[in-house]
């Protein structure tokens, strides 16, 4: 059902790509989201934390599918949280509360990289507000282990290209920023540079996607008082009752596809997509896939509603 009462798009009319931009206050913090398409709803959360969630953009998708684009806090036009308690279940709340905000029921959730967690967080949360979970490039932990596994498939990625530059420079960065601790990242202009450093491990080929998708340059926000967060809910994937799907890019570096495998082990009625030409931007590397794969989800889910 869309934010409108709809079950399904009305005949003759696609998705739209307008952005609806709304917002509300929440224990004095403004969260802004952005509702866009026709069709069931679907939350999506985006990755980081602190980067601005345009580049989650899918007009795939919002041809059947509303979409509610959150701005986590900390991020895009939200406020930054005062006390710096970015845990994975405040995320979880403020996006109960904008599912509340649209008076929807309730949604699926789609979400990306650090956006999954907060995904998960919200199946364990609030299982009676979902109506399916998309888990796209995620883990079901994040902490010292998720960053010694990205690492290890940094030095992958360097080795694959090794005469491309920028391959060189996105593993000299991450050595310096998060191995040794030697690059200093205090602010946002220091942080963006860090992350588009970074970007081209991001993808299974960068120059092929640059060349096709045109900047992929990504903003981010940084918050001196964000608190670190070990998070692991491997022990719970077994409690989410709730239909599941899991994409991941085979050449995804910062969520491994070692993690999706866990996902699918621990919650044994999902079913697993793996892009096999993507890293951790399938919706841009493999759009159609990426598209074909959430909407079947959706509609399998439509249809055993109604069987």
């Known amino acids: 059902m869309d934010i409108n009462g709809h079950s399904s ?3 003759g009319r696609a998705g739209t790509s307008v952005q609806d931009v709304r917002s509300f206050v929440l224990d004095g913090v403004r969260q802004v989201y952005r509702v866009a398409g026709e069709g069931p709803v679907c939350l999506v959360h985006s990755g980081g934390p602190g980067v601005h969630p345009e580049y989650l953009r899918m007009p795939a998708l919002e041809r059947r599918l509303t979409l509610v684009y959150i701005d986590p806090v900390g991020s895009g036009d939200s406020d930054s949280l005062p006390d710096g308690d970015y845990s994975l279940t405040r995320y979880a709340r403020f996006a109960k509360a904008v599912l509340d905000d649209i008076g929807a029921p309730t949604a699926f959730f789609l979400g990306h990289s650090h956006g999954g967690f907060v995904a998960l967080q919200f199946a364990i949360d ?25 690492t290890t498939r940094m030095a992958s990625f360097v080795q694959r290209w090794p005469d491309r530059l920028e391959a060189l420079e996105a593993g000299r960065a991450w050595e310096e920023a998060v191995v040794t601790g030697t690059r200093k990242i205090d602010d946002d202009a220091s942080h963006a540079r860090h992350l588009n450093t970074l970007l081209p491990a991001y993808y299974a080929d960068y120059r092929k996607t640059l060349a096709e998708a ?28 709730v239909s599941t799907l899991v994409i991941v890019g085979a050449y995804d570096f910062i969520c491994p596809p070692r993690y999706a495998y866990e996902l699918v082990a621990g919650r044994p009625e999902s079913r697993l997509c793996e892009l096999r030409e993507s890293g951790h931007f399938g919706h841009i590397e493999e759009a159609a896939a990426f598209a074909d794969a959430v909407l079947r989800f959706i509609d399998d889910h439509k249809e055993s509603d109604t069987a």
Not at 126 to 150: C, F, K, M, Q
Not at 215 to 232: A, F, I, Q
């Open 9 to 11: 798009p009305p005949p």
């Open 126 to 150: 609030y299982p009676d507000r979902l109506d399916g979970l998309i888990l796209y490039d995620t883990a079901p932990v994040s902490g010292p282990e998720l960053t010694r596994s990205a």
């Open 214 to 241: 045109g900047d992929l340059t990504l903003r981010v926000r940084h918050d001196p008082n964000r608190r670190p967060v070990d998070w692991d809910v491997r022990d719970r994937l077994s409690t989410i009752d």
